[in-house]
C-alpha cells in the first residue's frame, strides 16, 4: 500500500461534475489499495471574484483581511470534493490549512511555509479516511489565516507530502506532462518521461508555467519525488527527481519562454564600491523581483548597469529607483525598454558538452533574429530577444539540438 498525495488546479475542480471526476479518481487510487490525500484549489475564478469583491471597498484592501477572504476558496472546494467522495462511499474528511498544521511567516498574501505538524493528518488517515486538504493557505504562529500567493497549491501539495512521508506527489494539471517546449509554440515539442530537479528548477524560473518554482525548491530541499501529469486521463506524465549520471547524456532537456519582459538600464553611475547594492536594495525593498543582469564600465570611468524583470512592475521600479539615483548621482539616468521576452535552454548536460552556446546563436542568427541580453548559469543559457520573434526564436532551437527526437 501507497500513500499517494494528488494534487488538483482550479480547473479540475472547476465544476461540481469536475468535482465528481476527482472524487472518481480519488477512489480508484484508493481502490487500488493506496491511502489518498488531495490538495486543492479554488474553483476557476472564485479567486479573481473574490480580490474583485474586495476591490469593491478600495484599490489597497487590507492584506489580512484579503487573507480570510482568499481562504474561503479553498474551503468551499475541500468540503464539495469532501461531499462528492461521501456520495462515491469513500470515507473522506476536508482539512483547512490549519487543521493541517501548516504553520506558516512573512508577509500576508505571500506567506512561506515554515512547518507542519501532520499529526491530525497521520491520525485521520490511520482511521481509514482520504483527505481532501485546502491548498494555498496555512496559519501564523499567532493564529492568523496566511495565503501563500501563486503557485501556493502546488507549495501545499509538496509540502504535505513531505510532511506525511508519501510514496510520491502527483501533481495533476490539464496538461500531461513536462514537455521539451511549449506544445502551442512549438507543434513537435516532446513529453519528457523524467528531469532533475535543478532542470525543471531552471525551467519552471524561465517561463514554464507547469509548476512555481519555489514550490521545485521545496520537493528538491526534502527530497520528495512528484509526478507532473494531466487530470483529464490515466497516462503516465513527467516524474522529477535527483539527477542521475545517465541524464547528462541530453545536452539540452528543453526550452522555455517568458514574455511581457522589460529592460531597465540606468547610467552615469559612478564606478565605486556598494552602488550595486544601493540599486538593487531599494528594488528589493520593493518587493520587485529581476531576472538577468549585465553590468559594465564605460571608458570614461562611469558604469551601467542593466537588468530585467516582469513589465508590469516596470512603474514601481521607476519609482523606487529615482529617490536612490538623485542620491548616488546627479548625472544618473535611467533607460526602459519594453516589449522583450526571455528564450532559455536548460539540460544538466551542458556541463560535459561544449558549443551549446554556438549551437543556439547560430539557430537564432540563421533566422535573423537578434540578441540582446545573454545571461547563464552552469545548467541555462538564457538571451532576450524582441517578443514579436520569440515563438520563431523558440522553434529555431528546438529544432537545433533535435528536441523533437528522443535521445538514443
Do not use: W
Not at 467522495?85 to 506567506?111: D, Y
Not at 519562454?257 to 540606468?266: G, L
Amino acid at each position: 500500500m501507497a500513500l499517494i498525495v494528488q494534487k488538483y488546479g482550479g480547473t479540475s475542480v472547476g465544476t461540481i461534475d469536475r468535482m465528481r471526476n476527482v472524487a472518481a479518481r480519488m477512489k480508484r487510487t484508493r481502490d487500488d489499495g493506496n491511502q489518498v490525500v488531495a490538495v486543492v484549489s479554488a474553483m476557476s475564478g472564485i479567486t479573481d471574484k473574490l480580490i474583485g469583491m474586495a476591490k469593491e471597498f478600495g484599490d489597497s484592501p487590507a492584506e489580512r483581511e484579503l487573507d480570510v477572504l482568499l481562504a474561503t476558496g479553498e474551503q468551499q472546494s475541500i468540503a464539495l470534493v469532501s461531499m462528492a467522495l461521501h456520495e462515491l462511499g469513500v470515507k473522506a474528511l476536508s482539512v483547512t490549512g490549519r487543521q493541517a498544521g501548516i504553520r506558516t511567516s512573512g508577509s500576508h498574501t505571500r506567506g512561506r511555509i515554515e512547518d507542519i505538524d501532520p499529526a491530525f493528518m497521520k491520525k485521520s488517515l490511520d482511521e481509514g479516511n482520504s483527505l481532501v486538504v485546502a491548498g494555498f493557505q496555512g496559519c501564523t504562529l499567532d493564529g492568523m489565516v496566511h495565503t501563500l500567493g501563486r503557485g501556493g497549491s502546488d507549495l501545499t501539495a509538496i509540502a504535505v507530502a513531505a510532511a506525511i512521508k508519501a510514496d510520491v506527489c502527483q501533481i495533476l494539471t490539464d496538461v500531461d506532462g513536462v514537455y521539451t517546449c511549449d506544445p502551442r509554440v512549438v507543434k513537435n515539442a516532446r513529453k519528457l518521461p523524467e528531469i532533475s530537479y535543478d532542470e525543471m528548477l531552471e525551467l519552471a524560473s524561465s517561463g514554464a508555467k507547469i509548476m512555481q518554482s519555489r514550490s521545485v525548491e521545496f520537493a528538491k530541499k526534502y527530497g520528495v519525488v512528484f509526478e507532473v501529469r494531466s487530470s483529464l486521463n490515466d497516462n503516465p506524465g513527467t516524474m522529477v527527481l535527483e539527477e542521475h549520471p545517465a541524464m547528462e547524456n541530453v545536452v539540452i532537456r528543453g526550452v522555455s519562454i517568458e514574455r511581457s519582459q522589460a529592460r531597465v538600464t540606468i547610467t552615469n553611475i559612478p564606478d565605486e564600491p556598494g552602488m550595486s547594492g544601493k540599486i538593487l536594495g531599494a528594488l528589493a525593498d520593493a518587493e520587485i523581483n529581476i531576472d538577468m543582469i549585465l553590468s559594465n564600465t564605460a571608458s570614461d570611468g562611469l558604469a551601467r548597469h542593466s537588468f530585467t524583470m516582469h513589465s508590469n512592475d516596470l512603474g514601481r521600479a521607476q519609482a523606487a529607483l529615482k529617490p536612490v539615483l538623485a542620491d548616488i548621482s546627479e548625472g544618473a539616468k535611467v533607460e526602459t525598454e519594453a516589449g522583450i521576452a526571455k528564450l532559455s535552454c536548460v539540460g544538466i548536460g551542458m556541463r560535459s558538452h561544449s558549443g551549446v552556446a554556438a549551437t543556439m546563436f547560430k539557430a537564432l542568427g540563421a533566422q535573423d533574429i537578434n540578441i540582446g541580453m545573454i545571461s547563464t548559469s552552469e545548467i541555462k543559457i538564457a538571451v532576450t530577444v524582441d517578443e514579436t520573434r520569440i515563438e520563431d526564436a523558440a522553434r529555431a532551437v528546438h529544432d537545433a539540438f533535435h528536441l523533437d527526437q528522443a535521445p538514443a
